[in-house]
């Protein structure tokens, strides 16, 4: 006949395997740090563009506040996506495309100007961009990351100026910058990405072949991140 088990022991037993699954338990959770890491939920994606010359940041239209937004009508009401860039005033509203333009500038300041477009594709033509050499990145992004992202977007406007409306989808606001090759449209993307938690190398010229290379960088560690 079998010999009955001591009921202290069979309990002491249970309570040894109990405090181990508890034990693996906590290991789980914590992790090698030691600290406990909150998961990071994104709630939309952003994306950054470039056609090796113009460049910019693109922004779900459900995310972006009506008073940024231009009015708009038929069609356009259903266009997802919002396009937000920095240029040259006179350059970026397509009254200035000349060689002496470029000579002007590259030797001077000019008029910032922050331009906000409807489009209903990352592809797109928006600011003089050339739609057959755009590149896009796509970010996925928190809430409050996008939303420290449309805060900067507004510190590059000038506060208490009224939207002007360049085409029936393009609205425009004087910036609170100069344009200047130390600070062009690529300084504004790059600027607009880090409120979003997306760094990149700030050098003392931005240009469109150097934030592409970051941008693949950044991109890579976004996606080794998540």
């Not at 010999?3 to 002491?12: G, H, Y």
């Not at 338990?25 to 010359?53: E, H, M, N, W």
């Not at 009508?73 to 000349?98: C, M, N, Q, T």
Request: charged fraction near 20%; aromatic fraction near 10%; hydrophobic fraction near 45%.
């Amino acid at each position: 006949m079998a010999r009955p088990l001591d009921a202290r022991l069979v309990t002491a037993d249970r309570i040894r395997v109990k405090l181990g699954l508890l034990f693996i338990a906590l290991l789980l959770s914590v992790g090698c740090s030691g600290q406990r890491i909150a998961p990071k939920y994104p709630t939309a994606v952003i994306v950054a563009f470039t056609d090796g010359f113009h460049s910019g940041v693109m922004v779900p239209r459900q995310f972006v506040p009506i008073d940024l937004l231009p009015p708009t009508y038929g069609e356009a009401l259903r266009w997802p996506w919002v396009v937000l860039h920095f240029g040259e005033r006179h350059w970026i509203r397509g009254e200035a495309d000349s060689m002496w333009d470029a000579v002007r500038l590259s030797l001077a300041t000019g008029d910032g100007g922050v331009q906000i477009d409807l489009t209903p594709s990352l592809i797109h033509a928006c600011g003089g961009t050339r739609p057959e050499h755009v590149r896009v990145w796509v970010f996925p992004v928190t809430q409050r990351e996008l939303t420290e992202l449309l805060t900067r977007f507004r510190s590059w406007t000038t506060v208490g100026v009224q939207q002007e409306l360049i085409g029936p989808t393009t609205g425009w606001w004087p910036s609170t910058r100069h344009w200047s090759l130390p600070n062009n449209c690529h300084d504004f993307t790059a600027d607009l990405l880090a409120g979003a938690g997306i760094q990149l190398p700030r050098p003392p010229i931005m240009s469109a072949w150097g934030l592409a290379d970051a941008l693949d960088d950044a991109w890579v560690m976004s996606e080794g991140s998540r």
